[in-house]
């Protein structure tokens, strides 16, 4: 996990399209001018991620946001294309027929890092691997951790296995970065350790890198509004 200037630098373009394909389109072109050394979207589908009956209103939320299997695939290939690496956060099994060939390595979001079936999914194509941390405890990360390196010792490699410090809210104040847990990946466990940024500017990230962070994420797009 090195980038072009130290830290391997993700723009974590996520959901920021809104589900417009023309837009996406724009955010890439926009990260593509910048230095950053990978771009990262998201891959899910509504009726593999939410009960409709149950919670129709999150299901039409990820259903607007949704983009194709080609739609994702040209993103990726504009990437590619453009000398950037190509990112995804993939939240449905199934994709990992298709967007295999364009990733040369793949991120857990952190609502996924206990998701046991899509983890062996991500274990089984041999490519390092990304958490992120923010909905998890200290156990539950040692537990995928030890899992993941349990299933392919591929993994007991700091080449192949970094976790991000992360706080799920969105956005937080600088006080709730919380970099210090950085220290503490670092200290426990035999893998590269970053940071995943949600806060408005760039200080976190600054001091990220300070205290030695291997790669740092943060949210890209062209309007915070």
């Not at 409709?52 to 990437?79: G, S, V």
């Not at 466990?189 to 408005?200: K, L, M, P, Q, R």
Request: glycine share 4%; with cysteine.
């Amino acid at each position: 996990f090195k980038g072009k200037f130290g830290p391997l630098l993700i723009a974590e373009i996520g959901g920021n399209h809104e589900g417009d394909f023309s837009y996406a389109k724009k955010l890439v072109k926009l990260a593509l001018d910048t230095e950053v050394d990978v771009i990262k979207l998201q891959i899910y589908y509504p009726d593999t991620l939410v009960n409709k009956i149950i919670d129709p209103h999150r299901y039409n939320h990820f259903k607007k946001f949704t983009l194709t299997k080609n739609q994702h695939i040209e993103l990726a290939e504009m990437c590619i294309n453009n000398g950037k690496k190509y990112l995804a956060s993939v939240w449905d099994i199934n994709a990992f027929n298709w967007i295999n060939n364009y990733s040369d390595f793949y991120k857990i979001g952190s609502g996924d890092l206990t998701a046991l079936p899509l983890i062996d999914e991500i274990i089984n194509k041999n490519k390092p691997i990304i958490l992120s941390t923010g909905l998890s405890n200290f156990n539950e990360i040692k537990k995928t951790v030890n899992y993941i390196i349990s299933k392919n010792k591929l993994y007991d490699n700091p080449n192949m296995l970094a976790i991000l410090q992360c706080t799920s809210m969105y956005p937080i104040p600088e006080s709730e970065a919380n970099l210090n847990v950085i220290d503490l990946f670092r200290e426990n466990f035999h893998v590269s350790v970053g940071y995943s940024d949600h806060t408005e500017d760039l200080e976190a990230l600054y001091l990220s890198v300070l205290k030695g962070a291997d790669l740092i994420e943060f949210h890209f797009t062209d309007n915070k509004n």
